[in-house]
């Protein structure tokens, strides 16, 4: 890994080569000898309470292992010592199942007696000693040093530093099942600890990325002849190549710009199958990278090996904040952003102001929780990069970058594969009949463009009608952000609650943008009839109302509900807000009667923003479980408990909606009177007919009960 620091202009940049190494060392003559033969047992108690077992065998040791490492293949789960002709030459002191030890040169070709001391019997019968070359090649690390050359450090052991050493670099490389085998290359270089060469890699040097992944497998053989012994020893490593750097202009990747999508995975780590789950992880990245994601990061856990290689292959990033191992992985981001934050906490940039308090850590979604929790979860994260991604780059100071106070959190693209970016921008996303729609394009473009074609806009319902259309004129273009024009259309033909889609496109450029926009009834919220009682209170009125077989709407005040927790759209940065219901989204039953006047999909959208924000959800107990809740809360951080939002239940012979969306507090907006509007009108109506059951004693486990005087 080789990282360089420079300043230019006032502002910091950095770059990062990363290799990837997943293989084991080529040792030559090995060779293996099996002890299976005939073991003596001896016991010896040392204490009244402790027994020692002797276990020996004469063996012959072959003449050709001299100047070789013996290592001795047992399982034993006490402390096991190994004698030789008496004398102790090893201790192992764990359960490793190998003692690695060097036999005294007087004895090679020989006869000697192998002795094994432990406290508890031991299973001798796969016992094997096994002898390997001497160890030269101790490491090596490859960087990249132009378009065509890889620079080569090799580490050695046990070398002599008065002969040359020749040196032989194989490279094959790998792209998916592809592979091609490169020209080997030979070297003699002066005898040393630290070798370094040049491998011209020629036109087959390619960057690893978040699109392509190809990879390299070199392989170093090292070969030095001595006055008495010739050492020949080899390393292999898979590597892939990438550089990060971070200008003026944003963050790049082989010098292209990135957005990164960082999503918190710890939660994925739970899951049983995760340790070695090779297919678990392939399925969950491709799921994750599917919905914009191309970095994962973990803030508490020790994060698996499978992790990394599996991420190397499908072309994601990896941040672990609690990872002390710099992993030569092309995915690994650790050491990056560790040394970048702290170059960054240190540097004062004028002109870097922090650009909008986002998110500390995206909604985790965990495969532990079933697929309609997983897609509500994914759809909200989704909707909220997108929405920051937005904020990100209308910024002009730093075109895109996103500086959170921890660098970690930097979040930057949804879309890597395109250099420019369509934006429709509101200060709202829920507009009432009879209102006009404004909303502003803008272009974020990678380079200066003239003569594009005009920008062509629509406004549909679900229908396919359409209540509006024109034509923007582009106008000469800049690179960085452009403001096309503000798109204005009356809303006076949308004669029901619905949600419009407006789209813009141009055939210049391979980009559109479509937004949701929702229109609800100006009127205002209906008074509830006489079978409907509305209250906020669990009381003697809301029971005799039930048992006379009445109808209600309760909306119970936040300190009356127990065990409740309070919910939030989007994520603030500065808490734990990540960690709070309605981070991870909603799962809601759009096809539920009590929400017909209220257009939504089956997870949550902007016109459940600011219903989110004055909720307070609490646990669903078993009486309430025979039926899916209408609205439930995605948890982000217990699987096993689910939080209800909006709910029914029989009461005896009465019927009872309960609604932990306090509607009171948003009345003055569309999206809370209509919603308020659409319960009422399916309480008053004959298909309220709940399939859960509650008693009293149930109804005063949800909320506390509440004595009121007549």
């Known amino acids: 890994m080789k990282m360089s620091v420079w300043i230019k202009g006032g502002f910091m940049a950095f770059v990062l080569v990363l290799s990837l190494s997943c293989s084991n060392e080529l040792q030559t003559g090995r060779a293996l000898l099996n002890l299976s033969g005939d073991w003596t047992l001896e016991t010896d108690t040392v204490h009244s309470d402790r027994t020692l077992y002797s276990y020996a065998q004469q063996i012959a040791v072959p003449s050709d292992w001299k100047n070789k490492q013996v290592m001795l293949l047992m399982r034993a789960d006490a402390p096991t010592r190994l004698f030789v002709n008496g004398k102790e030459q090893a201790l192992q002191s764990t359960n490793q199942g190998r003692i690695r030890f060097k036999l005294p040169e007087e004895v090679i070709g020989t006869s000697v007696l192998l002795e094994l001391v432990s406290c508890q019997k031991l299973d001798v019968a796969s016992v094997q000693l096994e002898a390997y070359n001497q160890k030269l090649v101790e490491d090596f690390s490859v960087r990249q040093l132009d378009a065509s050359n890889l620079e080569v450090t090799a580490r050695l052991v046990s070398v002599d530093l008065d002969e040359p050493i020749q040196v032989e670099v194989g490279v094959v490389k790998r792209l998916g099942r592809l592979s091609v085998q490169l020209k080997t290359q030979k070297f003699e270089v002066q005898s040393d600890t630290l070798i370094r060469f040049v491998y011209d890699l020629g036109s087959n040097m390619h960057p690893w990325d978040i699109d392509h992944q190809p990879f390299y497998e070199m392989t170093v053989v090292c070969v030095q002849e001595g006055s008495d012994k010739k050492k020949r020893d080899g390393l292999s490593k898979f590597f892939g190549l990438k550089t990060m750097e971070l200008t003026r202009s944003g963050l790049q990747l082989n010098g292209k710009p990135i957005f990164l999508n960082v999503y918190p995975a710890d939660g994925l780590l739970q899951a049983p199958e995760c340790r070695n789950g090779v297919a678990f992880w392939r399925d969950t990245m491709k799921s994750l990278k599917a919905a914009g994601v191309n970095v994962l990061r973990f803030d508490y856990s020790e994060v698996p090996e499978v992790v990394y290689s599996t991420a190397d292959q499908l072309g994601l990033l990896c941040s672990a904040a609690s990872d002390k ?154 690179t960085g952000l452009n403001r096309i024009a503000r798109i204005r259309c009356d809303l006076n033909g949308v004669q029901k609650p619905t949600e419009l889609l407006l789209t813009v496109e141009t055939t210049s450029l391979d980009v559109s943008v479509q937004k949701s926009i929702w229109v609800f009834d100006r009127m205002a919220a209906p008074t509830a009839s006489k079978d409907v009682l509305v209250t906020s209170l669990l009381n003697i009125a809301l029971l005799r109302h039930l048992e006379a077989g009445g109808k209600a709407l309760l909306m119970p005040l936040r300190h009356t509900i127990f065990q409740g927790s309070s919910c939030v759209f989007v994520p603030q940065m500065q808490s734990n807000d990540s960690w709070m219901l309605g981070s991870a989204g909603l799962m809601i039953d759009a096809d539920h009667p009590a929400l017909s006047l209220f257009p939504t999909d089956a997870y949550a959208d902007w016109q459940w923003a600011s219903l989110m924000d004055v909720s307070y959800a609490n646990p669903i107990r078993a009486a309430l479980t025979t039926a899916q809740p209408i609205v439930e809360v995605v948890n982000p951080n217990n699987t096993q408990t689910r939080y209800g939002l909006l709910y029914e239940a029989q009461v005896g012979p009465g019927k009872l909606l309960i609604s932990m969306i306090n509607l009171q507090q948003v009345m003055d907006t569309p999206e809370g009177a209509q919603l308020y509007q659409s319960l009422i009108k399916y309480a008053q109506s004959s298909a309220f007919q709940p399939k859960n059951t509650l008693t009293e004693q149930d109804l005063r486990q949800l909320v506390q009960y509440t004595v009121t005087r007549f």
């Open 325 to 478: 191992v710099v992993r030569d992985h092309p995915s690994d981001l650790s050491q990056w952003f560790a040394e970048t934050q702290q170059i960054l906490s240190a540097a004062s940039v004028a002109d870097s102001p922090t650009i909008f308090r986002g998110f500390k850590r995206l909604p985790i979604v965990r495969t532990a929780i079933d697929s309609d929790q997983r897609s509500a979860s994914i759809h909200h994260s989704e909707l909220i990069w997108r929405d920051l991604l937005d904020r990100c780059m209308l910024n002009p100071s730093l075109i895109g970058m996103y500086f959170p106070e921890n660098f970690m959190d930097v979040t930057v693209s949804l879309n890597g594969k395109t250099d420019n970016r369509l934006m429709l921008r509101s200060d709202r996303s829920v507009w009432s009949m009879g209102d006009a729609l404004d909303v502003e394009l803008i272009l974020f473009a990678s380079q200066p463009m003239n003569d594009l074609t005009p920008f062509a806009w629509s406004l549909a319902d679900p229908e396919g009608n359409v209540l509006g259309q024109g034509s923007l004129d582009a106008g000469k273009i800049v």
